[in-house]
């Protein structure tokens, strides 16, 4: 058995998120969708198949972890790189090591933190290595693969996008720090699953932020008689006062993005800065307002003022960029601009209808005249007979029937007179009464031809 030397730290001074990193899959919280039984990374593990993959997702949930559970269950060598602190020399080094073992019949797993913070060249080092299989890579990434790992590599590895942990599965880690012996088990800890759910709320997704709360949460209660108590003003003091007011998947979230919503609907841009900073200095999540004003541009404003889904947009965008708290004023910019800009439900209401019909009617067939004729047989077939192309004509417009037989003449757009979409109205009006002298015309012509 090994001894603790006198010059080591003893255990209980080693981080709580630390001393309970998951030793197996059943330990592991969160990503049920890849590492539950029968499941795609599960079965991988299982039956030793292990290839190269990036595991794509926020920080804080599991990524590091769940590369060195794969290396244990699989019984290979793990190897802990990170993309800020090496460089070519670094992984060269580290490939002719995983190389040497290869030919003893060891196999490397590679696992390269923030891959995506290597360059095209440092990328690419990886790709001889990874064919001749001297490694299996295992990069993680908060970023988009698409974006930014090289073509070549993603190629070669399978991606897994991995999700911010949701409060209940946060909720379960908490408790089981309290309770297992290599977190709090040892000791006698008072805490309340409303409390643990606060902390599990403010940690918004991420297992490393709530176990760091949670232990300076416990280190920072009383202890009487060996038993040490959490109470509502030390974790208040722990985690602000905010998350306490503010439950994110709770009634009052729904309460206050409506609130935001109908204040915007209504016309009022104070009552709508009012509710949005509400939601903001309770700890909402930027973006997810930002997501919600790009749906309100399309569904509230629309045609009236095409603008307001560019500012929308462009508001998200910048809070993306920025973040908070910077981003709070970009957000109030978009939320002021919605707020006053003409209104119209007129796009929303069309693919409501459009939809209902879509869903009663899923195989009226494609008008012959506008299907696609690639191959000889679709000629054959009449597919795009009689097509008539807008363009060539001098008022960019044809009588061309586009919508199925059954649904000639329905209307889904009806555009309001408020706005912009005074002119858009103005316009379907005289394109529509062009169409009709347009068929009126070509029926005169075929009545006048018959014998």
């Known amino acids: ?19 309970l990193r998951p030793r197996t899959l059943e330990e592991f919280a969160g990503q049920r ?14 039956q030793d198949r292990v290839t190269s993959m ?21 019984k290979s060598n793990f190897i802990n790189f990170s993309a800020v602190t090496s460089g070519i020399k670094e992984i060269k080094e580290v490939m002719n090591e995983a190389e040497q073992a290869r030919r003893l019949g060891e196999r490397t797993i590679l696992f390269v933190d923030e891959i995506h913070r290597f360059n095209k060249a440092q990328q690419d080092a990886f790709l001889p290595y990874v064919e001749r299989g001297s490694i299996v890579l295992i990069g993680a990434t908060t970023e988009n693969p698409s974006f930014e790992v090289n073509a070549a590599l993603l190629s070669r590895c399978k991606v897994f996008v991995l999700n911010a942990l949701t409060t209940e599965e946060l909720t379960g880690l908490l408790r089981r720090a309290v309770e297992d012996e290599r977190g709090f088990g040892r000791e006698t800890v008072e805490i309340t699953d409303e409390m643990l759910s606060m902390i599990a709320n403010f940690a918004n997704g991420d297992a490393r932020t709530a176990l760091g709360t949670l232990e300076m949460v416990v280190l920072n209660a009383p202890r009487e008689n060996g038993v040490i108590t959490v109470t509502p003003a030390i974790l208040e003091q722990c985690i602000s006062r905010k998350s306490l007011l503010y439950d994110k998947n709770g009634e009052e979230h ?9 204040s915007m609907r209504n016309s009022d841009p104070d009552a709508a800065v009012y509710w949005l900073a509400r939601m903001l200095e309770a700890g ?37 960029f920025i973040g908070m708290p910077e981003c709070s004023v970009t957000l109030t910019h978009a939320v002021v601009y ?20 879509a869903q009663k009617m899923l195989a009226e067939p494609v008008p012959l005249v506008i299907r696609n004729a690639p191959t000889g047989l679709m000629k054959e077939l009449h597919y795009g007979e009689g097509y008539q192309y807008a363009h060539d004509t001098e008022e960019k417009l044809t009588a061309m029937q586009c919508l199925p037989d059954s649904l000639v003449g329905r209307k889904y757009y009806v555009p309001t007179t408020q706005g912009s979409e005074a002119r858009v109205k103005a316009r379907i009006e005289q394109i529509e009464a062009w169409k009709a002298r347009a068929r009126a015309g070509q029926d005169a012509g075929e009545s006048g031809s018959k014998p």
């Open 254 to 262: 729904y309460n206050l993005i409506s609130a935001l919503h109908k």
């Open 338 to 357: 919605l707020s006053v800009a003409p209104k119209s439900n007129a796009l929303y209401m069309a693919y409501e209808s459009a939809a209902k019909d």
């Open 54 to 74: 990036i595991f794509w997702g926020p920080p804080g949930v599991g990524k590091t972890t769940l590369a060195r559970i794969i290396a244990g269950q699989t």
């Open 284 to 320: 909402e999540d930027p973006l997810y307002v930002a997501r919600r004003l790009i749906r309100f541009a399309s569904e509230d404003i629309g045609m009236a003022d095409s603008r307001a889904l560019e500012i929308a947009t462009a508001a998200y965008q910048a809070s993306h």
């Open 33 to 46: 969708h890849l590492i539950g039984e029968g499941k795609v990374l599960y079965n991988i593990i299982a």
């Open 1 to 19: 058995m090994r001894q603790q030397s006198f010059f080591e730290s003893d255990p209980q001074d080693i981080p709580l998120a630390t001393r």
